[in-house]
């Protein structure tokens, strides 16, 4: 990792309230250890994605909004997702449908609210990257795999589940590189 990668890292790190360093310098410290490099994103809020030195594939992303850090991470390809990240696929469905374009967002019907990608883009095409969720109603849709979860408010209890899945996402995007 250079200077300037590593420079991203602890900046970010300065950055967050004293309760979250720890628990983002153990996550950041994992994906650098799976070969991770931190990249900004220009975007309004300081964010760092993490995309894979040799592979090229975004993992996960990590930032400060509104004076809090916050993390998302794919966790597509994992098995035994622990019903709290499933939770947050479900609520941050529309947050997928925000990256559409105006036009192609308001083609969607209510219950197509995690298919924008199905218009967009090609990445969970054939299932592969894609998260399967299902309602508390029983239905069953789909959100693709190509961005983030936003995980909220996890905690230093979660640091070992998060690095397991981070691991899992990580050895999928090995196999298919």
């Not at 083609?107 to 309602?135: F, H, S, W």
């Not at 190509?146 to 589940?161: G, K, M, Q, R």
Request: charged residues 30%; proline residues 6%; contains cysteine.
């Amino acid at each position: 990792m250079t200077t300037k990668q590593k420079g991203l890292i602890s900046g970010f790190i300065e950055n967050l309230p004293e309760n979250e360093k720890q628990k983002f310098k153990e996550i950041t410290n994992h994906l650098e250890k799976l070969g991770y490099i931190p990249q900004k994103q220009k975007v309004k809020d300081f964010v760092l994605s993490f995309k894979h030195n040799t592979n090229g594939k975004i993992i996960a992303k990590v930032g400060i909004r509104k004076q809090k850090g916050f993390l998302s991470i794919k966790f597509f390809a994992c098995k035994n997702v622990p019903e709290k990240y499933m939770k947050a696929l479900g609520e941050n469905a529309d947050d997928a449908c925000t990256r559409l374009p105006p036009p192609e967002r308001d083609k969607l019907l209510p219950n197509e609210i995690m298919l924008p990608c199905t218009l967009a883009c090609d990445v969970c095409t054939g299932g592969k990257m894609r998260y399967y969720y299902q309602y508390p109603n029983g239905s069953e849709t789909f959100r693709c795999g190509a961005y983030p979860v936003l995980i909220p408010d996890f905690t230093e209890n979660d640091i070992d589940e998060l690095k397991r899945m981070i691991l899992e996402q990580h050895e999928y995007f090995l196999s298919i590189a």
